[in-house]
């Protein structure tokens, strides 16, 4: 049985402004200027949600059948005693690294422009276990390793405030695992691991 994450999102909460520019962005003769590089470290709590699907095989690999109809995962899950799609959630501590640039044509005020990407180590497990027609349960789990991002900014600044929206493209890597089990503690029927990098888009805004 193949088992296919199929989505996963990951909030990643900042411990402080991890984007501040080593200190107060530059000023001159008054003005702020939010032009130059910068670092900055996370800590938080994050929390992640996946539908994960699960297609039966029925032919070399599909492994043993097991009772009361002695059926392939196929119609297994035909007949609701798999899950053919099953929603998990979870939660756990996440930290890492974020580093950016960022442009101000006029300091003191306006656009600011910038790009940031930041890597994020996460200890998220979700995990969740459902219960088949004939009371046989099929646990499925799954743990975020890390989360990245690489983003645009755009914003305006009010002299030392800056409020902008941020977009661009994220990636995280999961380890999905799948346990089917027969009925009152009988024979695992099913039980494998799969690990993915998985992609999609990021969006989001904030201040600074």
């Known amino acids: 049985m193949k088992v296919l994450c199929l989505s996963a999102c990951v909030l990643v909460a900042s411990a402080a402004a991890a984007s501040a ?42 492994g043993p059948v097991i009772g009361p109809l002695f ?11 798999r899950p053919g799609r099953l929603d998990i959630n979870g939660s756990g501590i996440v930290g890492g690294a974020v580093a950016g640039y960022n442009y101000q044509p006029n300091p003191g005020g306006g656009l600011v422009f910038g790009v940031e990407t930041d890597l994020t180590a996460t200890s998220i497990r979700a995990d969740a276990t459902s219960i088949g027609s ?20 755009v914003g305006v600044a009010f ?10 493209f994220a990636y995280a890597r999961t380890a999905t695992a799948a346990t089917f089990s027969g009925a009152n503690g009988g024979p695992v ?13 990021v969006y989001g805004g904030g201040v600074e």
Do not use: H, K, M
């Open 21 to 62: 520019q080593s200190g107060a962005p530059a000023t001159s003769r008054g003005a702020t200027n939010w032009t130059g590089p910068y670092v900055g470290l996370t800590l938080g709590y994050g929390s992640a949600s996946a539908a994960v699907e699960t297609r039966g095989l029925n032919g070399p690999g599909a």
């Open 71 to 81: 059926e392939n995962t196929v119609n297994a899950i035909r007949n609701d005693r």
């Open 134 to 153: 004939f009371n046989e349960p099929s646990r499925i789990s799954q743990r975020t390793d890390f989360v990245g991002t690489v983003r645009g900014r």
């Open 159 to 168: 002299d030392n405030v800056l409020v902008y929206a941020t977009g661009g």
């Open 189 to 201: 029927a099913f039980a494998g691991r799969s690990n993915s990098l998985v992609s999609g888009a």
